[in-house]
């Protein structure tokens, strides 16, 4: 029996007239590193928004499946339950808290779980020193695990682009996720930093035991990282399977290419 | 004309005649309804005099006062950099003993000594009283506004209304309105703290549970309805809170423990001692609260909602609970202000005072609780001045023309505030001398 950590079935979401997702049906297995392909406005953001709660599609069911944890239906609930239940994300345009050090911005998310306790951060009691001391050696964990070890005292919004993106990661592992979904990982980073970017997201996997989902644009980095994908079109699901397959499939080049391409391919 | 303007002498100068007239008419007569542009006209036409020497007419003082600051900015603007620079220098050497923890304590100890011998320094009867009723109680408030307004990034506009409830409590507990005090028992004022905060928090919540799903001016608009609606309450519900009479039999604050007896308030020095305890634990709380998770937090939603959400903060719960921190401390302000005026009614929690609260925060510097505690003893202090020794041709009413040209002049140049917050450059300023507690981390030798 597969062991899925995301099931969406059927699903479809609307923005008044327009039909941003039309009947998706996917699903990804624990471990597994899924990428979603496919042209601008092809849907593959409002999927990642329906999947952490964001959007709230009008039909069908998303279900993730935490480790020991019953399966929770995502439709309906808010971002943070999400996030909660162990789901974390990063964004397309990355989204940092910009005015505030690297160090911090880990630590948001190390220390998000816990409950408020406004009492306790008040008095500053032992409890609440502990807590502390905990989210500083997660967060100084993880800046080591990214690479950022030397920034940490960095504001945020001085970093580079590649390096915001690993505090992105960062950031999003600190809440304990069991899925991480990267939107665009590699957008605006320069070839170099792009190999460092695959590197550390297989080591995600790898080593945290993290399953991943991606969008991206750069086929180079989808091919070699990747162990299966779906492309979407128009907000449908038009093909899925292996980088090889896909690389193969007549309908994923039309949608590429504009359907032209695919006549002189079917000529030659 | 443009091109003339392009100009910058031109344009400073103009600028300076332009910004000395509106203050020549700010401070000019008022009108009235017989000749109504005699403000108009006495504002330039009225006698006056450079300092008692020569008798002229205002325009010609107001003109002459025009070029003295068009000299004064040009020179600043040429000179300005290199004097910056200058004091800089000389100043890094106590601001970096600032930065030692010796050094920070010291000047905690000497601002403490300072505030405790206040009373002692200053006996004018006028002053001392000042310092309890306008300058410490509204410490408090411009405490629990930034907490709403720095902190959580909210705008309320309707703060009166919880002090308004915590006034209007105390008054209820101590048996001094016409309905009958809980149980029939006259309590203590001290019994009176519990309940207005709870009260004054439950408030908070019911309002803002709700509304705290809106955006920035919608929210604005609900809580200004809100205050609205307390005072109103309080106007017109004769039978419970008095009406618009209010009431004047609110006892002072008493302490009958075994043999121990006391009664504040046959002068204002023991209230200003009472306050001023309470000013210093809020104070430490708040500063806690602020370099907390729930601190960061709150950092985390101004900053970025959509991503705060994503790391699993729920960013309703906690700007209910900054809303609810900063009513419970607007009703422990009420309670000591009924308690120290032992009066109450309604025309005091107007829309006027909620702004002149977000004015001391807003003047003070966001978010910053060093900038908001002297914000509000410097705006205070000088419309208490205002009050105490007006100058020739100054109404009580005219206050609010002078707090809104500030904030006009404060916005164009120093849009942060008095104090900006200055957490963030602090912690990495501190994190580089090998003292934030970041490097601690990172060196592993945490305390």
Redesign the interface.
């Known amino acids: 029996m597969s062991d899925k950590i995301f099931d969406v079935d059927h699903v479809t979401l609307r923005f008044g007239g327009v039909v941003s997702l039309n009947d998706v049906t996917l699903h990804q297995e624990r471990g597994e590193i899924l990428a979603v392909i496919g042209p601008n406005g092809a849907g593959k953001t409002s999927l990642f928004n329906s999947l952490t709660g964001v959007y709230q599609p009008q039909e069908g069911t998303i279900t993730f499946q935490g480790r020991d944890a019953k399966p929770m239906s995502v439709i309906g609930k808010k971002p943070h339950r999400v996030s909660t239940a162990g789901v974390a994300r990063t964004f397309q345009a990355s989204r940092m808290f910009s005015a505030l050090t690297a160090f911090e911005n880990i630590k948001i998310g190390a220390e998000s779980h816990r409950g408020i306790g406004v009492i306790g951060a008040m008095l500053r009691g032992p409890a609440t020193r502990r807590d502390e001391r905990t989210s500083d050696e997660r967060t100084v964990e993880l800046l080591d695990f990214v690479g950022l070890r030397a920034k940490g005292n960095v504001i945020s919004s001085s970093l580079s682009y590649g390096d915001r993106r690993r505090l992105e990661i960062a950031r999003g592992l600190a809440t304990s996720p069991q899925v991480l979904l990267l939107d665009e990982p590699a957008a605006g980073t320069n070839p170099s930093e792009k190999l460092e970017l695959t590197t550390l997201i297989r080591k995600v996997r790898d080593e945290m035991g993290v399953s991943i989902l991606l969008i991206e644009h750069d086929m180079k980095l989808v091919m070699s990282l990747a162990e299966r994908l779906y492309v979407l079109n128009f907000g449908s699901v038009i093909a899925q399977g292996t980088p090889e397959e896909i690389r193969a499939n007549d309908k994923v080049i039309e949608a590429y290419l504009g359907s032209t391409a695919t006549e002189t391919g079917d000529r030659s | 004309m443009k091109r003339i303007f392009a100009n910058v002498h031109v344009k400073r100068l103009f600028s300076a005649f332009a910004a000395l007239a509106v203050l020549e008419l700010m401070t000019g007569p008022p009108g009235s309804a017989l000749s109504p542009t005699a403000g108009f006209t006495g504002s330039f036409r009225e006698a006056a005099s450079f300092f008692g020497l020569f008798r002229t007419q205002r325009w010609v003082v107001f003109f002459f006062l025009a070029l003295v600051i068009f000299a004064v900015w040009s020179t600043w603007l040429t000179w300005g950099e290199r004097v910056r620079g200058v004091a800089v220098k000389a100043l890094s050497v106590p601001r970096a003993a600032t930065h030692t923890r010796p050094g920070r304590w010291g000047i905690y100890v000497a601002l403490l000594a300072l505030a405790l011998l206040l009373p002692h320094l200053i006996t004018d009867p006028f002053w001392q009283a000042a310092m309890v009723e306008q300058i410490s109680v509204y410490v408090l408030l411009a405490l629990g506004l930034n907490v709403v307004v720095g902190f959580a990034g909210l705008l309320d506009l309707g703060f009166v209304a919880f002090y308004a409830i915590g006034a209007y409590t105390t008054a209820w507990v101590t048996g001094a309105l016409p309905t009958a005090a809980p149980f029939g028992i006259h309590f203590n004022n001290f019994y009176a703290i519990p309940i207005a905060i709870a009260l004054a928090m439950g408030a908070g919540i019911i309002l803002g549970a709700p509304t705290l799903r809106l955006r920035g001016d919608y929210l604005a608009i609900v809580t200004l309805g809100f205050g609205e609606i307390i005072t109103i309450f309080a106007n017109n519900l004769y039978g419970i809170t008095g009406g618009s009479q209010g009431t004047n039999t609110i006892p002072h604050f008493s302490l009958h423990v075994g043999p121990i007896k006391y009664l504040w308030g046959l002068t204002p020095v023991p209230y200003y001692y009472l306050t001023i305890v309470f000013v210093i634990l809020f104070l430490i709380?708040?500063k806690?609260?602020e370099h907390?998770?729930?601190?960061?937090?709150w950092?985390?939603i101004r900053?970025?909602e959509?991503?705060?959400?994503?790391?699993?903060?729920?960013?309703l719960?906690?700007k209910v609970?900054a809303f609810a921190?900063g009513a419970s401390t607007a009703g422990f302000a009420g309670v000591v202000t009924a308690s120290q005026s032992n009066t109450i009614f309604p025309s005091s929690f107007t829309l006027q005072f909620s702004i002149n609260i977000l004015v001391l925060v807003i003047f003070g510097g966001m978010g910053s609780i060093t900038g908001v505690v002297l914000g509000a003893i410097v705006i205070q202090t000088g419309s208490m001045y205002l009050l105490h020794t007006p100058p020739s041709g100054y109404q009580p009413q005219d206050l609010y023309i002078y707090l809104g040209a500030l904030l006009v002049v404060m916005m164009i140049f120093r849009p942060a505030g008095l104090v900006p917050s200055r957490r963030?450059h602090r912690?990495?300023g501190l994190?580089?001398k090998g003292e934030?507690?970041?490097n601690e981390?990172?060196t592993g030798d945490?305390p």
């Open positions: 709380g708040f806690l609260l907390s998770r729930v601190g960061r937090a950092t985390a900053e970025d959509v991503a705060a959400e994503s790391v699993g903060i729920n960013p719960k906690y609970m921190i963030r912690e990495i994190a580089e934030g507690h970041m981390v990172l945490t």
